[in-house]
């Protein structure tokens, strides 16, 4: 007979004693052990006699299956688009501290979950998992369900779950209420071991209450969005910084809807005077001694921007600030805010700091020729893009724009390709010779991509271009004078080359007059602003294709794919972005583009860089993936790209460094 560890037995034995407090309670005897918490006691009651759950048969976590779950997500997209940073803020803080978060909808399904993927089987196995159910009537007494059935924050901390399986677990969850006060989401964060003091879970009670009520009230901003909004609150200095009262009112002060806060207020006023019945929609002035006048004249004509009034239930005084309704934007939704930056550069970016800086210093050096610009970011970042907006913005946009990747040049040709040649220069070469690249961007720009992957020998060829700004093409007796503006991009720590000696680092100094440092899709603050440029672009491009434009309907993009784009880590970045758009585009057959129409990895849970090997890095274990990829697209290296939402020459180098040749490789 195999033997029992310990710990088992011990479990086991403590599952026994608590089945056995369950049945005291539900016999209505009174011992010790039982949960002080009356909410939890009516709960376990409810389990008992209501859900008629047996608490001697614990139940498996059950997880819906991933098409449940869409549909869960769809039926609240506009709260997880609204709550993503207060998500994302709250698990910052309780990461370290071994909790994972989820966010429920009202039937108490997992739309939204936080957690260290190293314990993802023990995450999953304990329901703490995107898609677990935690309805009371199944998952029996329970933070989230509970929460849901009182309406109410709660901690339920270890023996305090109905289900003998729960009991290692500590939960505390509160509710999210929509702007007319029903319960529509739970926030909820766990642990799957804790001390076993109740106490040791009040400031997770406090914690999760206060991020519930952001979530609840940016909703309740966001759907008020195009209203006029009072904000209020009892402390002048924190009026403006956390006002905790919001009310939405028409231009005659007629209240239209309030949050928690404000509701609390409208109804302690009606519990005062009857004759109010909750059919009359309050004016602002008679919940406060305030002229509507003075409330819309407080952004005007006061110096802070806020006035005090009393209010006429209590004679309490309140400070008021007012929010002006946002505008609806005209119909170029992805028209960055007002700018004074060229057009090319404006389009880069709405309002991220790291684009804001590029886009300024490129706004400074458009007109600088001479400064040579290096332009570092990952992978798809849109280094290019920036080349050609920096092009397109100075004085030389009407010159020529010369893309050169050195990555995808066979290594004997970039010579030839760059400098061009003479007629009988070389065997091979055509017969009327070559202009070369260099010479061809006389006027305008030369846009070296990849520079970090430029032969030495070749380096030391362009140190001197660059200083004596001509070229000698192969075989010729005189240089050319050219007048090139150089900007050259890298993905790769060029300094780090040069320790290795693999990059000359007087010519680095050469490249590097100033440098713009693109910031990675997944840090952008205007993540939203690119989804939408790029949807744009994409829908552009395939109107232009396609002549009968009147015949298609505008595309759209659903609130729910824009929240799955939203919360996707994107390694690829905007590259990896646009080939999931165009994916979706292509395959979608409505014209409103859904979460259900993205490629399913960006479903998938928000991945991390840390968790994610791209081919390109070094992380990549040498594995035969690429290799069959390759295969499977016919040895076609772009199809392999976009799969991967990688350029070619990430491709071709992680080929390079795999030592895979395709089979028409004749070097
Ligand atoms: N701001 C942007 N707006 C619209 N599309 C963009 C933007 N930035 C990048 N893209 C698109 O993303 C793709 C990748 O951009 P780009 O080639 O400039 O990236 P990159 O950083 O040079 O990539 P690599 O390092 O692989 O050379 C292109 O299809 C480009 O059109």
Redesign the pocket.
């Known amino acids: 007979m195999p033997t029992q560890s310990p710990l088992t037995a011990r479990l086991q034995s403590v599952q026994r004693q608590h089945i056995e407090h369950i049945f005291q309670l539900g016999e209505g005897l009174e011992v010790p052990q039982l949960p002080a918490q009356a909410t939890i006691r009516r709960s376990w009651l409810r389990c008992l006699n209501e859900y008629q759950l047996d608490p001697t048969q614990p139940r498996p976590a059950r997880v819906v299956p991933q098409q449940i779950l869409i549909e869960h997500r769809e039926s609240v997209d506009e709260l997880l688009h609204v709550a993503r940073a207060g998500v994302e803020q709250l698990y910052q803080q309780i990461a370290q501290l071994g909790y994972v978060l989820l966010l429920t909808d009202h039937r108490g399904i997992t739309v939204e979950f936080r957690g260290d993927p190293n314990q993802d089987q023990q995450l999953r196995k304990a329901g703490l998992y995107l898609g677990a159910d935690w309805d009371e009537r199944f998952a029996g007494t329970c933070a989230v369900g509970t929460c849901l059935h009182d309406r109410q924050a709660i901690i339920c901390h270890r023996q305090e779950h109905f289900d003998a399986s729960h009991i290692s677990l500590t939960c505390t969850a509160a509710p999210i209420a929509n702007p007319q006060g029903n319960v529509m989401a739970v926030l909820d964060i766990s642990a799957l071991h804790s001390p076993t003091q109740h106490e040791s879970q009040n400031f997770s009670l406090s914690l999760v209450t206060l991020y519930a009520r952001m979530i609840e009230d940016a909703y309740f901003l966001q759907r008020y969005r195009n209203c006029l909004m009072v904000r209020l609150d009892t402390s002048r200095e924190f009026v403006h910084v956390n006002g905790r009262g919001l009310i939405a009112i028409e231009e005659n002060g007629e209240v239209i809807a309030a949050n928690a806060v404000g509701r609390e207020l409208i109804a302690v006023h009606q519990r005062r005077w009857p004759p109010w019945s909750t059919n009359h929609a309050p004016m602002l002035g008679e919940l406060f001694e305030c002229e509507i006048a003075d409330v819309l004249s407080i952004n005007s004509g006061t110096d802070d921007q806020l006035r005090a009034f009393r209010a006429r239930v209590d004679n309490t005084i309140y400070f008021i600030s007012l929010l002006e309704p946002r505008r609806p934007r005209p119909a170029q939704q992805a028209t960055p805010p007002t700018s004074a930056l060229p057009e090319p550069l404006a389009?880069?970016?709405a309002d991220d700091p790291a684009m804001r800086k590029v886009q300024k210093l490129a706004e400074r050096l458009r007109n600088e020729a001479s400064v040579n610009v290096l332009i570092s970011?990952?992978?798809?970042?849109?280094?290019?893009?920036?080349?050609r907006a920096l092009h397109e913005s100075g004085n030389r946009a009407k010159g020529p724009f010369m893309a050169v990747?050195c990555a995808a040049i066979p290594e004997t040709l970039i010579e030839s390709e760059l400098f061009g040649y003479e007629p009988g220069a070389f065997t091979g070469g055509r017969s009327k010779g070559m202009r070369g690249l260099i010479p061809q961007a006389h006027g305008g720009t030369l846009f070296l991509?990849?520079i970090g992957d430029m032969p030495l020998a070749l380096q030391t060829r362009l140190l001197r271009v660059l200083a004596e700004r001509e070229v000698m093409p192969l075989g010729a007796n005189t240089p050319v004078k050219v007048d090139i503006r150089v900007v050259t991009?890298t993905?790769r720590d060029i300094e780090e080359m040069i320790q290795q000696g693999e990059f000359r680092e007087d010519l680095y100094y050469r490249l590097n007059g100033a440098q713009l440092r693109?910031p990675a899709l997944r840090e952008r603050a205007d993540k939203l602003y690119?989804i939408r440029?790029?949807f744009d672009?994409i829908v552009d491009e395939r109107d232009n294709r396609v002549t009968e434009r009147a015949t298609h309907a505008l595309p759209r993009l659903r609130a729910d794919a824009i929240s799955a784009l939203l919360a996707y880590a994107w390694p690829g970045?905007?590259?990896q972005?646009?080939n999931a758009l165009a994916f979706a585009l292509a395959t979608s057959e409505s014209d409103e583009i859904t979460v259900n129409d993205l490629p399913e990895q960006c479903l998938s849970q928000r991945i991390t860089r840390q968790t994610l090997c791209l081919p390109d890095d070094d992380c990549a274990e040498p594995d035969n993936e690429m290799l069959e990829l390759l295969k499977e697209q016919h040895w076609n290296i772009s199809a392999v790209a976009r799969m991967l939402g990688?350029?070619r020459?990430?491709v071709y180098r992680q080929m390079q460094r795999q030592g895979i040749m395709p089979p028409n490789w004749r070097g």
């Open positions: 389009r880069l970016g970011g990952e992978t798809g970042t849109g280094k290019e893009v920036v080349a990747n991509d990849e991009a993905h693109l690119v440029r790029v672009d970045n905007v590259r972005l646009k990688v350029s020459p990430t």
